[in-house]
């Protein structure tokens, strides 16, 4: 068989690509196949990471036949919502639809009948829960030697479905825990040993909150997400993360001072400026489960400044008309004026919402001044902003302000309360794309993005998110040289379309809302600029030209490095760097 394959396979080879020079054949390893490895195998894989390797079972197998339990499933249904839960739950992902596996009509969901069979889906088969670089060493080897679809999962809240695949074993790095804070981080390899000043070395299972919440037990801060449960050091930061501490201090890549991992070839590496440059312009922004599976990384930390909050509401009664859309575009044509009082901050566009029993169109905002501690001030920037609104017939815009000592005192992010709310486990398929400052400033940008956004199909219960976490220090800091793409130099704002998907409809269902999003969304938002593209995290995975939209003209050098440090593409995500000589679910070569 192997010749056959090796053959098919360098028949279909595109110029340039180097596979087929390994011989290991057209798909991976799969376990009905003489090639996946023993029970002894998995035994001796099991021994040398100290009894860590699990036989993988989606969460939902305690609600079906024969294995349903009335009492765990009853359990689960309870906790199926909550994100920090699934977060370290390695036989769940945070948006189910992510385990179907749709090809094999197979999922496990708590909620449907308990006589529906549990199928693994997109559930891994095994999962290593390393503790150690060491432990990732074993599983990276394993997977390697036995040809094997290899998963990093780390919360597993990615919106693209990227940490899980059908079939395959698992590198579960939740549990690396580990936060050192530093006053002077000396960078591995640096000639002269002085150091380059404060930081905070996480390991790969570091969570948002828990670093915010230690950072600020020392009056510290760093350019990190803003939500409880996602990971600091994982598809976040190396797909190059946005930050309500951005426009303060730049983009969250921008303060990587170090990254530690390990290769494809299962070596323990040390990416920065002084050693392998190559891998640490990669992880700054090409995105994650792509070049290593990291085990560390060194962030700046900075004093947590004083801290302005405002919020505002925009509202209008009734489904959304003229009235509320000419909000919209007046809205959006005063986001430079608030970043250029330092703001960012995110606004929910939410027409057509039943609220007790009436409609309403309401764009939700709320801001951060941060470094500021001038409340006073910052409210005289939004009373023209409010009166000019407000001038619109029937629209009405309340809106409220508080100073805080710190960043951390306006995020929200203490106590259990804040975990209750960490949300985020709602199905929901995005498209998106980010915005210019250039358009925001020009006379009809704003007019042509609101248009575009009011073209939407919003019956279905879907919203717009907007993301003002550029312009500021991220646009000062375009000298940067790293792979994030290059239009978050130039935004001011992330739009994502966020749509649902109902688990009853099944993968069908799932099926007809990204191609919606795909063929009507992401067309409708793209059209406006169609030069900008969109942030990797937050996107359509379907993205018909995902090299430019995610990357721009980073793409070619990111897959040469690509090549270099994983040649047979035993790191695969969909829509990531290299994937395009692989099929859906990154189990055979196209
Ligand atoms: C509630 C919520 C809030 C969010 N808020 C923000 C925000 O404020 N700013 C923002 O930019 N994004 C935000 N996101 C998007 C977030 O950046 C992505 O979901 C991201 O993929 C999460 O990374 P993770 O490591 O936690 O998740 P996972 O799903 O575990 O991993 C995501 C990807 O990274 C890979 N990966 C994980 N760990 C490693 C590792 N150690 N080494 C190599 N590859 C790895 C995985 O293989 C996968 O491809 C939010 C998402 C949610 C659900
Ligand atoms: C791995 O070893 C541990 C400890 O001996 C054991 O509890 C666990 O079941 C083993 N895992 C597998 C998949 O056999
Ligand atoms: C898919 O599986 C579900 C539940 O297991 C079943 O109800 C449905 O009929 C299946 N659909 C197809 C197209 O096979
Ligand atoms: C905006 O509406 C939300 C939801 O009803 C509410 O919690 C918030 O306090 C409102 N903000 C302002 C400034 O009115």
Not at 374 to 379: I, L
Not at 427 to 441: A, D, T, V
Request: glycine content about 12%.
């Amino acid at each position: 068989m192997r010749p056959f394959f090796f053959l098919t396979g360098a028949l279909l080879a595109l110029p340039g690509t180097i596979f087929g020079a390994s011989g290991r054949g057209h798909c991976r390893c799969t376990p009905e196949k003489p090639c996946w490895p023993s029970t002894t195998k998995w035994r001796a894989l099991n021994d040398s990471i100290d009894g860590n390797l699990l036989s993988l079972k989606p969460v939902g197998y305690v609600c079906h036949n024969p294995t349903y339990d009335e009492e765990a499933c009853s359990n689960l249904m309870k906790m199926n919502d909550n994100s920090l839960w699934k977060s370290g739950e390695p036989g769940a992902v945070l948006s189910p639809n992510w385990e179907i596996w749709p090809e094999r009509n197979e999922s496990c969901f708590a909620e449907s009948p308990r006589n529906a069979p549990c199928g693994q889906g997109r559930i891994p088969i095994y999962s290593t829960i390393v503790r150690t670089p060491f432990h990732i060493q074993r599983a990276v080897r394993f997977a390697d030697k036995h040809n094997l679809r290899l998963v990093i999962r780390n919360t597993g809240h990615d919106y693209l479905g990227r940490s899980a695949a059908p079939e395959s074993l698992q590198i579960f790095t939740h549990h690396m825990k580990d936060m050192d804070f530093t006053d002077d981080f000396v960078p591995d390899g640096k000639k002269d040993g002085k150091g380059v000043g404060e930081a905070v070395t996480i390991g790969a299972g570091v969570q948002l909150a828990e670093l915010y919440r230690a950072a600020n037990k020392l009056g510290k801060t760093q350019v990190i997400g803003l939500a409880v449960s996602v990971g600091a050091a994982g598809g976040y930061i190396q797909g190059g993360g946005h930050s309500p501490l951005g426009p303060w201090k730049g983009s969250s890549i921008d303060h990587v001072l170090e990254y530690k991992l390990v290769t494809a070839k299962g070596k323990l590496v040390t990416a920065n400026e002084y050693q392998n440059q190559d891998l640490f312009w990669a992880l700054r922004g090409g995105g994650g489960g792509t070049f290593g599976v990291v085990y560390s990384v060194t962030l700046r930390t900075f004093k947590d400044p004083p801290t302005v909050f405002s919020a505002l509401n925009i509202t209008t009664g009734g489904t959304a008309g003229e009235s509320y859309w000419n909000a919209v575009e007046k809205f959006h044509s005063y986001l430079p004026s608030i970043s250029d009082a330092g703001g960012s901050g995110y606004y929910y566009i939410i027409p057509d919402l039943d609220f007790e029993g009436q409609k309403v169109s309401v764009v939700a905002g709320i801001f951060y001044f941060v470094g500021r501690d001038d409340k006073e001030s910052v409210d005289k920037v939004f009373e023209p902003i409010l009166s000019d609104i407000e001038s619109l017939p029937g629209v009405y815009v309340p809106y409220d302000s508080f100073q805080a000592p710190s960043s951390f005192a306006t995020f929200q992010l203490d106590g259990e309360a804040a975990d209750e709310a960490a949300g985020g486990a709602d199905p929901s398929i995005l498209g998106s794309r980010l915005y210019s400052e250039k358009l925001l400033r020009s006379k009809n940008g704003p007019g042509r993005l609101a248009k575009a956004i009011s073209q939407l199909d919003y019956s279905d219960g879907t919203i717009a998110i907007g993301h003002l976490v550029a312009g500021g220090q991220v646009s000062k800091n375009r000298h940067v040289d790293a792979a994030l793409n290059p239009s978050w130099r130039d935004a001011l704002t992330h739009i994502a379309v966020s749509r649902k998907w109902t688990l009853s409809s099944g993968p069908a269902g799932l099926r007809q809302v990204q191609k919606k999003v795909t063929n009507e969304d992401v067309p409708i938002l793209a059209a406006v600029e169609p030069h900008m593209g969109a942030y990797v995290n937050e996107a359509d995975v379907n993205e018909p030209q995902f090299q430019r939209t995610f990357w721009g003209s980073n793409y070619p050098r990111l897959l040469r490095i690509k090549r270099k440090w994983d040649p047979e593409g035993l790191f695969f995500v969909k829509s990531g760097v290299g994937s395009e000589g692989w099929d859906e679910q990154g189990l055979c070569r196209r």
